[in-house]
């Protein structure tokens, strides 16, 4: 199980300077030497115990934090915009901002099946993601896929189920992107529609085509 498992971590968050101002680490220093001492593992396992359930109730905390701040934000009376001022203090991308706000969204407002919910908050967080983020994207999920998802064992367990859910035939009533020729992308929902955006696809730079392909393959985005 690695770090970026238990917290939502980027190559694009900056590094942050931590200080020990409580001597925390002094004190699981001498635990450890104390448990070693003593010949006694299960002391010291203890202390690891505690550090990964602290970590995992971390990730958590701090999306539910991000959340209510992101939601009341404008009750704040700051000038500036959310992700700005987080990315500022905290040293996280504004896109690991989002997507932590993006996984509590989930909690927030019911959008897990009240018997699915408790075995989702105790996946690891970076496995909540890609179901946040399918969800905000209109996606919806039956019930033998809820249990396909808790049994999914690991991030990349649940990030294939969830390649399986976006790429299967969409609901009547749900969200569907489309894209014309010319790179134009609206959104369809019931009998509404909403123009999008646009995506350079006359452009025959390599780059540009690998991510209009990520952009349109990974969003679900359907070609006409």
Partial sequence: ??????????????????????????????????????KDAQKALHVCYQIVKILKLGGLALAESLYMISSHWEELNVNDAFEDVVSAKTGLHKFTVQR???????????????????????????????IAQALDAGYEIDDEEWEELVDAGDFSGVNAKM????????????????????????????????????????????????????????????ET
Avoid: C, F
């Avoid at 408790?118 to 967080?125: A, D, F, S, T």
């Avoid at 790429?167 to 959104?187: F, N, Q, T, V, Y």
């Fill in 163 to 222: 390649r399986d859910i976006k790429g299967k035939e969409p609901r009547s009533h749900a969200l569907i992107l489309m894209m014309d020729r010319d790179g134009g992308i609206k959104a369809i929902k019931k009998d509404e529609q909403r123009y999008v955006g646009w995506l350079n696809v006359d452009d025959k730079d390599e780059v540009v085509q690998q991510a209009i392909s990520r952009l349109v393959k990974g969003g679900g985005v359907l």
């Fill in 1 to 38: 199980m690695s770090n970026d498992e238990l917290l939502i971590i980027s190559p694009l968050d900056q590094s942050l300077e931590v200080e020990d101002e409580d001597g925390v680490l002094d004190k699981i220093r001498q635990i450890i030497t104390d448990s070693i001492e003593e």
């Fill in 100 to 130: 932590y706000v993006s996984v509590w969204s989930m909690y927030a407002q019911d959008k897990i099946p009240e018997e699915y919910r408790e075995q989702v908050r105790q996946m690891n967080i970076k496995s909540q993601i890609p």
